[in-house]
């Protein structure tokens, strides 16, 4: 990561670069409405948001020293929070893979998110994982019925119509029905 590796070497053209960078891939061409990562995977989307906000931790450290001149972009770095430069931030913010999951709190496997590994043993239901799931940035709904002793699962996922058919990242799932219960 370049803000931190400009930090640690007191390289202010590196911290820099970073905000740079921050500013080409905080678009809506990088995000789907729902504050998805535009690969479509739950799994993408922790890591790309997880690695904003700490690229964006780290610049708050950064103090440009006196002597220096931001010639390439004309950015002056002093504690700096640069949340505000990128309101895309409060869309991706707001999601997290907990909302992809099934009652038992298993990710769903959308893409490259897998769901549960090891043991074939059922897990408990878990409050969060009952709810109805809208997410038409990314073409996920799902309807749930009952509690945590017992509930159901009913998913459909679409290709979104966010970057037209192909998307981002997709694995072909142009229609894909998944079924749940427990």
Request: proline share 4%; aromatic share 12%; charged share 15%.
């Given at each position: 990561?370049?803000?931190t590796t400009g930090l640690l070497l007191n390289d202010p053209n590196m911290v820099h670069q970073a905000v740079n960078f921050l500013d080409r891939l905080l678009t809506n061409e990088n995000w789907l409405s729902d504050g998805i990562w535009y690969e479509e995977s739950a799994s993408y989307s922790d890591q790309a948001s997880g690695n904003v906000l700490t690229t964006i931790d780290v610049v708050k450290k950064w103090v440009d020293p006196t002597d220096y001149t931001d010639t390439q972009f004309g950015i002056q770095?002093?504690?700096?929070?640069?949340?505000?430069?990128?309101?895309?931030?409060?869309?991706?913010a707001s999601f997290s893979s907990d909302k992809l999951i099934y009652p038992d709190g298993t990710t769903i496997p959308v893409n490259d998110s897998y769901g549960k590994k090891g043991s074939p043993q059922p897990l408990s239901i878990v409050n969060?994982?009952?709810?109805?799931?809208?997410l038409p940035g990314?073409?996920?709904?799902?309807?749930?019925?009952?509690?945590t002793t017992s509930a159901t699962h009913a998913g459909l996922l679409y290709n979104h119509t966010n970057l037209g058919f192909g998307g981002g990242h997709?694995?072909?799932?142009?229609?894909?029905?998944?079924?749940?219960?427990g």
């Open positions: 990561e370049g803000a770095l002093n504690n700096t929070d640069l949340a505000p430069r990128w309101p895309l931030i409060n869309q991706f969060k994982g009952l709810k109805n799931i809208e990314l073409g996920y709904y799902a309807l749930f019925q009952g509690d997709t694995h072909v799932n142009a229609l894909n029905l998944d079924l749940w219960g």
